[in-house]
């Protein structure tokens, strides 16, 4: 891997793994929306590759796709994603990958859209779980169609660096300890919102921000929808 190293992906760009099975490690990773992130070069169904990204803890932006590809019109891939280190890693591509996203250090900034896809045969798949762990946050105004998991420690928050909706089109649990964090602007009527389309479960802990204005007896904000 190059666990030292910030890449920034230009052009057309598609960066694979040359090996199957493996976790790689990139110290920071930025690129255009024309780049992509996919899984490896083997001519064989079930290759798989976790790329591990964040370890240099600085903040970044990544416009690209992250995909499942692999280099057959005829196999699909599985690709896995950890966010490591501190600081952000904010992504804005139209992400088609099956595999999980652990976000073990610093803030997953989800602004684009994770959705299904479908392989050769035409059978649609589900992104696998996101789980965020102690001391990580799922933030962002994008969606994702995977299920969401926050354990002990971990916090989901809607919004990137301020006030927005998160879409979880599948089911959220926030396991005890978990926090679902949320900002009020109370001056201009507005505050995060976390949008779940299935069931929202939660043994964690709800923290409310107000980030302008003041309180006033009555006052109310939809924070949550779900089923």
Not at 193 to 215: M, Q
Request: aromatic letters at 6%; glycine letters at 14%; hydrophobic letters at 30%.
């Amino acid at each position: 891997g190059l666990p030292n190293c910030r890449l920034d992906l230009q052009g057309k760009l598609e960066m694979r793994s040359y090996s199957n099975s493996k976790t790689y490690s990139i110290g920071a990773l930025t690129g255009s929306s024309s780049t992509t992130l996919a899984c490896c070069f083997l001519k064989t169904d079930g290759g798989t590759v976790t790329w591990r990204i964040g370890g240099l803890g600085t903040d970044e932006t990544f416009h690209g796709k992250i995909t499942n590809g692999i280099e057959h019109t005829s196999r699909i891939g599985l690709t896995n994603i950890v966010k490591d280190g501190e600081g952000y890693w904010r992504v804005t591509g139209a992400q088609k990958y099956r595999g999980t996203t652990r976000i073990v250090a610093g803030t997953l900034i989800q602004n684009g859209t994770h959705g299904q896809d479908k392989d050769y045969t035409g059978t649609y798949y589900t992104p696998g779980q996101y789980l965020v762990q102690e001391g990580a946050t799922l933030a962002g105004k994008g969606s994702t169609m995977a299920p969401v998991v926050v354990r002990n420690g971990g916090v989901i928050a809607p919004g990137d660096l301020g006030i927005g909706t998160l879409t979880i089109k599948n089911n959220v649990t926030l396991l005890p300890g978990a926090v679902l964090e949320i900002e009020v602007d109370r001056a201009a009527k507005t505050n995060d919102k976390l949008s779940v389309s299935n069931t929202f479960a939660t043994e964690g802990i709800l923290s409310l921000k107000l980030v302008n204005g003041e309180y006033a007896d009555g006052d109310e904000f939809t924070i949550l929808s779900a089923k």
